[in-house]
């Protein structure tokens, strides 16, 4: 699987262990959904900066936890990348909203960073949480990589 993983801004730190824990869902999504060989890209950033993207984007004027740009639903054919594979989309995650819901939910930052990884990998591959059976199904879908990651609440 091809994984861009970038900053945003550029000289936000970012742990290595974070980085890692994106990677790993990412790519255990990819082998769970026969996406081994899709391209994704994720931006790792602040609370402004996705603030910005969710208003601009989805007209909602706060910041979010994860927003996902899924190229599938376009009106384009299969977006097919450089090497041959599926451009499955965007993910951008806010590290400051992600560490919030953390301290929040009394879990580590390591889950929630996985949780939401998952969580937008998921919309990437179509699935949503608009209607009630849908959230149901994708909820099933997340504790299905989360205990396949070995992560639990």
């Known amino acids: 699987m091809e994984i861009e993983i970038r900053r945003e801004p550029e000289d936000l730190p970012v742990p290595d262990s974070d980085i890692a824990a994106v990677r790993r869902a990412v790519e255990t999504v990819g082998r769970l959904y026969g996406a081994e060989d899709a391209e994704v890209s994720v931006t790792l950033t602040d609370d402004a900066h996705v603030h910005v993207l969710n208003r ?22 299969e977006i097919i ?29 390591l889950r929630e960073l996985s949780f939401l990884t998952v969580h937008g990998m998921l919309h990437l591959l179509g699935y949503d949480h608009m209607e009630e059976e849908e959230r149901l199904e994708m909820e099933e879908e997340q504790r299905r990589v989360m205990e396949e990651l070995g992560i639990q609440r």
């Open 56 to 77: 601009e984007y989805r007209n909602v004027d706060r910041p979010t936890d994860v927003l996902s740009f899924a190229l599938a639903e376009s009106e384009e054919p």
């Open 81 to 109: 990348g450089a090497d041959g594979g599926v451009v499955l989309g965007d993910l951008v995650i806010s590290l400051e909203r992600a560490a919030a819901q953390a301290e929040e939910y009394g879990h580590s930052m």
